[in-house]
């Protein structure tokens, strides 16, 4: 799967609000490279009511190719292999938490 790297601390507008990636970074699993964004959002916008943004750690996967390629825009882009293991996935969650000491962890 190809992932576009996004600009680092640049605020990203969405229909329901905004976000921020804000670290780009890799932990090592296994002799693997697995990359990992940590971000937040902003204030978000819902059908009921406004809310304060949260922090969230989001794992697209094993980096297999490193930005070996830029799209059009010219973003950096790598090959990535998503982590469907879910005792990879457990091991990989209770680290990036004791790390960073954020709950919210999504896996692509």
Not at 24 to 52: A, H, N, W
Request: aromatic content about 10%; glycine content about 10%.
């Amino acid at each position: 799967m190809d992932y576009t790297h996004s600009p680092i601390g640049e605020e990203v507008e969405a229909i329901g609000g905004s976000y921020i990636i804000d670290t780009e970074d890799c932990l090592t699993y296994e002799g693997k490279q697995v990359l990992y964004l940590i971000g937040g959002t902003g204030f978000m916008r819902s059908c009921c009511s406004p809310t304060l943004g949260l922090r969230y750690i989001s794992v697209p996967g094993f980096v297999k190719n490193w930005q070996h390629k830029k799209n059009a825009d010219g973003h950096p882009v790598s090959d990535i292999e998503p982590i469907k293991d879910d005792t990879m996935r457990k091991t990989i969650r209770k680290t990036l938490s004791d790390l960073y000491n954020i709950t919210n962890i999504e896996f692509w």
